[in-house]
Structures are given as C-alpha cells and as structure tokens.
C-alpha cells in the first residue's frame, strides 16, 4: 500500500462524514420571536390577511391569540393564523399554554381549547364565511382543575382518516395524553410522513396515532376541494393555528422536514 493511500482513504471518509452532517434533517424556526413575519391570519367573515381585533400578536417573544379588542361578544369568529409554506414530510414541534377568560359568547366546547392545523388547505380558497380550513387538526385542550381532559387529539374539519386500520368518519378522537390544567407550557410534537402515518406526542409521550388523511365528499368544502382531483388522499398542506375563543400562546414553533 503507498504512503498516499491512507490519506486518500482518510480524506474520502471525512468529506463523506461532512456531507452527511450537511444532509441530516435540521430544526428550522417558524417563528422569529419579533413580529408574525411569515405568517398570514384569516378570521371567519374577514379577507384573508384582516388581523380583526388584533386576534394573533407578538409580544414578549410569544404569539398570542387575544380577545381583548373585540369589543363584545366572540359571534364565531373563528380564525386562523397560516404560515406562508406548505409541507409534506415532517416532524413539528411548538410549546403552548392557554391564559385568562374564555371571551364572552365563546361555545361552551371551546373553553380552553385550540389546536394546530396540518395538512390544511391553501387559505386563499377558504369561503370567507368558512369556520375552519380543510385540514387535520391537532387539538390542544387545557385540563379543569378535576377530572380529565386529554390533549393532542386529532378533529377532522372536511377530512377523515385511518385509525386503528379502520376508515375513521368521528370527527374528534380523544388521544390518552394526561391532563394539563392551569397555565402551564405544554409541549406537543407532530410527526408527518405525507399520506402515510401521523403521530402525536405531547411532553415526549406518544399519544395517538393515524394514517391516510383525506378529504370528505361529505363535506361541503372538502368536496370542492376534491374536483379536479384524481383522488382524496392528503400528502401535504398547510399549517395553521387556532382561534377559537380562549386566550392562548405559543412559541418555540420549529420544524424538521424528513428526507422521505
């Protein structure tokens, strides 16, 4: 073997050890902590872009969702705050908590309840007049301070699923996290792999899982978003999160896409 051999086979290993370092999933933000740059609200019955009220804002390094500007009752002004990209095959993770009084004329279901919406449609096709984006939604619900109150389920607005390997037509589906009463950050992660599985985990924990999301003909916006297509299934969306009448935050809104 020649004096230069080994160097060659050394270097070789190196490059090849940088390049895998440079390919390997990485932890993007989604959020800068300043300001909703890259990001986009649609509040029921307002344009797309219309912040009503202030609904999602930045302060001390956190998004809030605030009711405080209404100026009377919440008449189901559901909103939600888009992020500018979509996205096909990933891991998400964020920490949320909800704060204060539910606002007056909320549903009595949404006390302390919120979500992340995946897989969600382009909100330039919303009605203006539409309640929810078509999506899978990652429901996020705070505990009472007896009794449970799981987190981390999954809800369906315009879509079903897989579930247990059975055609899944319920629209919300208790995971088996524990419960989280009080203001406290929660943690909850999401693990897409396109059509394929999704799981949630909420502080490490897996909760739930499902498979082969797609659009309900039943529906009245998943079915207009069906035409023109070849079938229903769902491999990729948009990512939202949720106004639906309680005080909430949340931060440290990162995300890994997988080489799949």
């Known amino acids: ?15 090849t050890t940088v390049a895998a370092i440079a390919l ?19 509040i029921k019955g ?49 920490e949320y908590r909800f704060t204060g009084e539910q606002c007056p004329g909320g549903p009595g279901w949404a006390w302390r309840n919120s979500g992340v919406m995946i897989h969600g449609q382009d909100p330039k096709t919303m009605r203006k007049g ?11 619900l705070g505990g009472p301070k007896e009794g449970e109150r799981h987190t981390g389920n999954v809800c ?13 037509t319920q629209h919300c589906t208790d995971s088996d996290s524990d419960t989280y009463p009080g203001d406290r950050w929660v943690k909850a992660e999401i693990e897409v792999h396109g059509n394929g599985l999704i799981v949630h985990r909420i502080e490490g924990k897996e909760v739930i899982r499902y498979e082969k999301a797609q659009l309900d003909p039943n529906d009245q916006d998943g079915a207009a978003l069906l035409m023109g297509r070849k079938d229903a299934m769902l491999d990729s969306g948009t990512i939202s999160l949720q106004s639906e009448s309680h005080p909430c935050e949340f931060r440290k809104i990162e995300i890994m896409e997988l080489a799949e």
């Open 46 to 94: 307002y344009d797309l872009g219309v912040n009503f009220g202030d609904t999602f804002r930045v302060e001390h390094g956190v998004i809030k969702v605030g009711y405080d500007k209404y100026e009377g009752e919440f008449r189901e002004r559901f909103g939600h705050l888009f992020y500018k990209k979509t996205f096909k095959n990933y891991t998400l993770r964020l």
């Open 1 to 15: 073997m020649g004096p230069s051999e080994p160097l060659g086979y050394a270097t070789h290993m190196v490059l």
């Open 156 to 168: 369906t607005p315009g879509t079903n699923i897989v579930y247990l390997g059975v055609f899944h």
């Open 130 to 140: 539409q309640d929810f984006p078509v999506s899978i939604e990652v429901q996020l």
């Open 24 to 42: 390997a999933p990485k932890w993007v933000s989604l959020f800068n902590g300043k300001d909703l740059d890259g990001w986009t609200p649609k």
